[in-house]
């Protein structure tokens, strides 16, 4: 089971069934409110600051996710860079994620 926030509280779903990215996503959504910090880019780089210790796992998640606005990422203590296909993907990203760090 993984504890989702929605709009409603938090709820648990199963994961057995779901798929890589599904299970990305529901990661995301479950870390993101936990571990965010904040959040600034340029071009067509994200970078996206967590509490200590928290980057990899989001960077793990995300690439799971499999987000097709996101090339890739590369994760270490605290910071992600996440590297998008263009500026406008780039802006998209940061608004997807400011919604998921809000739960």
Known sequence: LARVP????TRYV????ATEAERG???LEALLPQLFSRIDGVG???????VPGGAQPVAAAFDAAGW???LGTVGGDDTILI?????TARE??????????EG
């Open 6 to 9: 929605t709009g409603d509280g």
């Open 14 to 17: 199963s994961t057995d069934q």
């Open 25 to 27: 996503r529901l990661a």
């Open 44 to 50: 067509e780089l994200v970078v996206l600051h967590t």
């Open 68 to 70: 097709p606005e996101v």
């Open 83 to 87: 590297v998008c296909r263009s500026a």
């Open 92 to 101: 998209r990203v940061i608004r997807q994620i400011e919604g998921m760090a």
